[in-house]
């Protein structure tokens, strides 16, 4: 031995030296500890997003955990409405009780922790009884430990730590795993909070979607920003598109409900036209934090068939008036005309001989057997009231209309051509209806003829057989129908015919008795040439 190592044993230098080193390296160690555990949370918590798995974060966790100390299994337990269930495990061979299984109220370790908010630990050497005891030995765990998990100071459920060796924490290693499970609690109860908002969007965007009629999201300046599948599969609209085009067309014969909620800022409503169909249309605004309209959302309803349905209620009421007149007509007029038909039919047997006379009485006899004739037909036309179905002539409908409108037609010299297919099947249908669709017709091609100027005004009538349906065809050679109006003329109350002339009714009802017939009107015009609409009843109806 040196003689300065003997002098540093014999006044203990040297044992102050060792004493200093081991505490510098106790303090080192611990440091490093700290630092561990904090770059645990930090990786911990990094892996928490909004739409995270929990599975992923407890394997997540464990990995972690693992590189400081001996854990083999990480589970959580949740509260649900003041009950424990198992929720998540990792690894998930290592489960033993199923997902969602409730914990007892008593009995319990984890229901322990869950209640009273406090760590608590198992031992293999454990020689307590409680619920989870089984399973642990099950799956080979010799520790456990419990922490509560707490979120704004309260309990939302237990994480657990097992491990199938001896595993003790001291103080300031339950103080780090206190910490832990709060923060764990924290991201959880965050996840849970976002997946209640998520639930509820996904809830809104269902009944968005499911809603039967159009609803549509249009910013400020008319660019489409959603819709709902009623809106894609009625109104063939892009998101993105610019829909005020469009409202201005359908709203052409009302003000634009669009235009006006941003320039009133307050809720609209109109009736729209559409292509062939009639729409309810109400926008409502949506105000952004200054009171400016943010966007607007566009309901629209087809009220096609209801509409078409009051006018046929309507013109329905309408003819059973006249019905009732007719009947009360005829019957003042009947016995008349019989008598002036009577005695003028024997005035030409006694005056046969006078050459003078019998031309006024064979004149006084036709025009009384004409007006008889009148007189059935309006009864016959204006009983609308039974819409039965029975075996029919498309023919027979023509005829009847043509002995109502025939005389008022040749009277403003347009002639009438009529080609009538012999041999066309009878249909099952309603004759006073089918004729009254037939009156319409002839008497929107008479007045196509006003201000016409045709020198041979004609009206071609002919009905015949195409496929497995019957077609009935009026044309006339008139002015045509502009395209602008072309869609509008099957809509009700739509006329281009003086207010004295026309109630816009007779096409909007003839179209609804062809619909009730299985079958439709339609029209084809050429502006200056002339205007064709045909009749399609199909011959093979259900009610047959």
């Known amino acids: 031995m040196r003689r ?3 002098i540093d044993l014999l006044t203990g230098v040297q044992s102050s030296k060792h004493n200093y080193y081991t505490e510098l390296k106790t303090t080192v160690d611990e440091l490093k500890k700290k630092n561990s555990q904090l770059e645990m949370i ?3 918590m990094k892996s928490f997003t909004a739409d995270f798995s929990v599975t992923d974060m407890l394997q997540n966790t464990l990995i972690t955990l693992k590189t400081v100390y001996s854990i083999d299994r990480i589970s959580t337990a949740l509260g649900n409405d003041q009950k424990l269930v198992m929720s998540y495990v990792y690894p ?8 969602n299984t409730l914990f007892p109220g008593a009995g319990s370790l984890y229901n322990n922790v869950f209640v009273t908010g406090q760590y608590a630990i198992y031992h293999e050497s454990n020689t307590d009884s409680f619920f989870e005891k089984e399973g642990f030995r099950h799956l080979g765990l010799v520790s456990v430990h419990l922490f509560p998990l707490k979120s704004s100071g309260k309990t939302i459920g237990v994480l657990s730590l097992g491990s199938r060796s001896s595993l003790e924490f001291d103080e300031e290693d339950k103080s780090f795993f206190l910490h832990l499970a709060d923060q764990i609690a924290v991201c959880m109860e965050n996840a849970r909070l976002y997946g209640e908002v998520l639930a509820g969007k996904q809830r809104w965007e269902e009944t968005f979607r499911a809603v039967s009629d159009s609803i549509l999201i249009i910013a400020s300046d008319g660019t489409i920003l959603s819709r709902n599948n009623a809106a894609r599969l009625d109104w063939p609209l892009e998101i993105g598109q610019d829909i005020r085009p469009i409202m201005k067309q359908a709203s052409r014969y009302t003000e634009d409900p669009f235009q006006k909620t941003i320039a009133t800022k307050s809720p609209q409503s109109a009736e729209l036209n559409h292509g062939n169909d009639i729409y309810d249309c109400s926008c409502y605004p949506l105000f952004g934090p200054d009171e400016s309209i943010d966007a607007v959302i566009i309901y629209r309803k087809n009220i096609t068939e209801k509409r078409l349905l009051e006018v046929q209620l309507m013109h329905s009421g309408q003819l059973a008036a006249i ?6 007509v005829a019957h003042e007029l009947n016995n008349p005309l019989t008598s002036i038909i009577g ?7 006694t005056q046969s001989a006078d050459k003078q006379i019998k031309p006024l009485l064979d004149d006084i006899d036709q025009c009384g057997k004409r007006c008889m004739t009148i007189i059935r ?7 609308q009231g039974n819409f039965s179905f029975k075996p029919c002539s498309l023919n027979d409908a023509v005829n009847e209309a043509l002995s109502l409108t025939r005389r008022q037609i040749e009277q403003q010299h347009i002639s009438i051509d009529i080609d009538l297919a012999p041999s066309l099947p009878t249909l ?3 004759l006073q209806q089918l004729s009254q669709i037939a009156v319409n017709l002839l008497m ?3 007045d196509a003829f006003k201000s016409a100027d045709v020198d041979e005004k004609t009206i071609f009538i002919q009905t015949k057989i195409d496929g497995d349906s019957l077609l009935l065809c009026i044309t006339d050679n008139g002015t045509g129908i502009a395209k602008d109006v072309l869609n509008d003329i099957f809509h009700p109350f739509f006329t281009t015919k003086d207010a004295d002339s026309g109630t816009g009714l007779g096409l909007s009802v003839s179209f609804g008795i062809a619909k009730a017939h299985g079958g439709m009107l339609s029209v084809e015009t050429m502006q200056g040439s002339g205007t064709t609409f045909t009749l399609t009843i199909p011959m093979s109806d259900e009610r047959l």
């Open 377 to 383: 037909s309006l009864l016959v036309f204006s009983r």
């Open 343 to 349: 005695n003028t039919q024997l005035l030409l047997r």
């Open 92 to 99: 998930e061979q290592d489960t033993y009780l199923e997902k």
């Open 42 to 44: 930090n990786e911990v």
């Open 428 to 430: 099952n249908g309603n």
């Open 444 to 446: 929107n091609a008479k």
């Open 323 to 328: 019905g009732e007149m007719a009947a009360g």
């Open 4 to 6: 300065h190592e003997m």
